[in-house]
């Protein structure tokens, strides 16, 4: 019995010290990634860059199998259905916004997150490729997202079969979605899933400067740069923009996910106490040693 419970230890151990060396890998490989993307920059060719790196990221947290993938378009906006293979839910459905800071991601980028979601629940996904800044600045990307919406209306789906997800900006899109659809006075999503979602255009929450060394992922210098390709010389606290400034009141029940390691961390707390204010259920998950949108790698934790 000793010899068997020092066994289990043993085990227990050695897959730790793995988790935690995969870990140190993947930051350090995190670094290089964004470091050679250039991506405080918007000059034409570093944002070329930027975007081949997330389209690179995509490819290396390859997804998991098990998933048909089914490209379609909409007007000239790319979108893709992710179907689980095996018996799936069909009473619900995921309209998944993808992230990229608004100036870079695309749907090989969005895969990943969109299979691991159809793995998980056994729900459709969709996902669609808003236009990106600087080209196609506020209000471009909400304009798509609503398309997107009304593209599931018109398939049969009522608002509250829907699960509407996002990760970074995609968070924010997905928050500004649902603010949308309220203020027209129509039906909302079912519920909000977010993944260290951007909610605080101005920076103003204590992470962006406590966590910033500790972040592998994203820099203020980074922050500033996209915002401004996307809303060139805008008021980043307006509520159109930052959605953590908004009126939440009647928006749905929310979960939120976040790592402890990046400085997005105060835009998920402060969402959580805001929801919680508002009187909207609100989860909020974190974990230790965690960046940004993890949830995409191929790590236990995600």
């Not at 897959?15 to 490989?29: G, I």
């Not at 619900?92 to 299979?115: D, E, F, P, Q, W």
Request: one cysteine or more; aromatic letters at 8%.
């Amino acid at each position: 019995m000793k010899s068997k419970i020092n066994s289990q230890k043993i085990h227990k151990e050695t897959t730790e010290l793995l988790n935690q060396k995969l870990t140190e890998a993947m930051m350090t490989a995190l670094k290089a990634i964004h470091s050679a993307a250039s991506p405080d920059s918007m000059d034409v060719e570093d944002l070329a860059r930027q975007r081949k790196g997330q389209e690179v990221l995509g490819r290396l947290m390859s997804p998991p199998i098990g998933f048909s993938w089914e490209p379609l378009s909409l007007g000239e906006m790319p979108m893709a259905w992710v179907r689980p293979e095996r018996g799936h839910d069909c009473s619900k459905v995921i309209l998944y916004c993808h992230g990229g800071g608004y100036t870079s991601g695309n749907l090989g980028y969005a895969r990943v997150l969109a299979a691991k979601m159809a793995g998980a629940t056994g729900c459709e996904v969709l996902a669609f490729q808003y236009r990106l800044a600087p080209e196609f600045p506020y209000p471009a990307a909400l304009e798509d997202a609503l398309e997107a919406w009304e593209y599931l209306m018109h398939q049969g789906w009522g608002a509250k079969d829907v699960i509407l997800a996002g990760d970074s900006a995609g968070g924010n899109l997905a928050l500004e979605l649902t603010l949308a659809l309220k203020e027209e006075g129509r039906f909302q999503p079912g519920r909000l899933v977010l993944f260290s979602p951007w909610t605080d255009m101005s920076a103003s929450g204590d992470s962006y400067t406590q966590r910033e060394e500790l972040d592998p992922m994203l820099t203020n210098r980074y922050i500033q740069s996209v915002r401004s390709a996307y809303a060139p010389n805008a008021d980043y606290c307006h509520s159109k923009l930052s959605p953590l400034f908004a009126d939440l009141s009647g928006l749905p029940p929310t979960l939120i996910q976040v790592g402890e390691r990046e400085i997005l961390y105060s835009d998920s707390e402060r969402l959580r106490n805001a929801l919680t204010t508002a009187g909207v259920p609100c989860v909020l998950q974190s974990w230790p040693d965690m960046w940004h949108v993890f949830q995409m790698f191929p790590l236990k934790s995600a």
